[in-house]
């Protein structure tokens, strides 16, 4: 017996081995503040480091296996290459450290508590982010969805 095989495609490239670069960022796609920070992302990479891809795209999932599907949800992934991830506050302290006008900011990190309080501030920003970057009014805004690990 044969069973199918569907592979997912963007733009001509594998999905699932995407684009071949030393890192992908996985962020919120129906989050505007989110998408808005990706496109800073995509501006700052000038040397095309970076994959940066929603959440929400086909194939994420079976592409990073060892992520569960709440922390999509939860926080930003940073993956590299070789599988390290980071998500929340610590991804964004990789990302500073690997964009070349990160640099400017990323020794903030190295400040005493500061990691603590990026942490803290990174839980709270993402359990609140519909409400900074888009009101009740926003249709792009999801509804409560159940989260199934698979």
Not at 5 to 20: I, K, S
Request: charged residues 25%; positive net charge.
């Amino acid at each position: 017996m044969t069973v199918p095989v569907v592979r997912f495609t963007v733009a001509g490239q594998d999905a699932e081995r995407g684009l071949g670069r030393p890192y992908t960022v996985v962020y919120d796609g129906t989050c505007r503040v989110c998408t808005r920070l990706a496109n800073v992302l995509r501006k700052w990479d000038r040397s095309e480091m970076l994959e940066v891809v929603p959440s929400q795209a086909a194939g994420v999932t079976a592409r990073f296996p060892w992520i569960p599907p709440r922390a999509y949800a939860d926080a930003l992934q940073l993956i590299a290459a070789n599988g390290h991830t980071w998500q929340g506050a610590a991804a964004i302290e990789r990302l500073l450290d690997v964009l070349p006008k990160g640099k400017w900011i990323s020794w903030i990190f190295k400040i005493p508590f500061v990691r603590t309080i990026a942490d803290k501030f990174y839980r709270w920003f993402a359990r609140n982010r519909y409400r900074l970057g888009c009101g009740e009014h926003c249709q792009s805004r999801p509804l409560d969805v159940a989260f199934r690990d698979s």
